[in-house]
C-alpha cells in the first residue's frame, strides 16, 4: 500500500486537488502496478510562508 504526501501551496480549487489524487493515484498504479484502491495520497496545504525559492518566501516574493 503506497502513502504518497505532496505538498501544494495554499490556493488550489478543490477540483484541481481532486485532480492531484487522481492523477497521482493513477501514476503509482502505472509505475509500480498497484492496485488504485491501495494507493493512498495525503496532499499537505501550505501557506505560502511555508515555502521559499532562493531564499526568499513566495509570500514576501509575490508581495
Same mark, same amino acid.
Given at each position: ?14 477540483? *484541481?486537488?481532486? @485532480?492531484? &489524487? ?6 503509482? %498504479?502505472?509505475? /509500480? !502496478?498497484?492496485?488504485? *484502491?491501495?494507493? @493512498?495520497? &495525503? ?6 510562508? %511555508?515555502?521559499? /525559492? !532562493? ?9
Amino acid at each position: 500500500m503506497p502513502i504518497i504526501s505532496t505538498n501544494l501551496v495554499e490556493g488550489r480549487s478543490n477540483e *484541481e486537488k481532486e @485532480r492531484v &489524487i487522481h492523477e497521482v493515484t493513477l501514476a503509482c %498504479h502505472r509505475a /509500480v !502496478g498497484t492496485p488504485r *484502491e491501495t494507493n @493512498r495520497i &495525503i496532499l499537505n496545504d501550505m501557506g505560502r510562508q %511555508h515555502y521559499g /525559492v !532562493g531564499g526568499i518566501s513566495k509570500k514576501k516574493s509575490e508581495v
